[in-house]
């Protein structure tokens, strides 16, 4: 199936998107619901979006996760507790794939011959 041909709006969930950052900690984006008309949607509940990212041995990986509360201030208040929940379930993913990329058996084909060169030798 090809993407683009599905790549309509969908009109009755369009949001407003405002991006709040102290430049230090992360991010929250503030999702405004609104109509087709840039009107706001009041029918429709704010979301707020926190983003913050993390220093791994393998580069910078970037960590989104909702934020409750009704209103900015409410949602900078849960921001941390928050974050830290994101970030402990982000690093018990990743020991789960290392654990599963580690158990992983490989098993030679009925009747491959081991690769020339090997290192054990027989006297």
Known sequence: MNATA???FDTANLYREEAYTDRRVGTVRVLVPVKTDG????ARA???VGQIS??????TLPISFELPGATLAAALDEFAEAAR???DEAMT???QMRREAASSIVIPEPGAAPPPGGRIRMP
Do not use: F, H, I, K
């Open 39 to 42: 009107s706001a949607d009041t």
């Open 85 to 87: 929940a994101a970030v």
């Open 6 to 8: 599905d790549a309509r």
């Open 54 to 59: 993390v220093m791994t041995p393998m580069g």
């Open 46 to 48: 704010t979301l707020y």
């Open 93 to 95: 993913e990743l020991q």
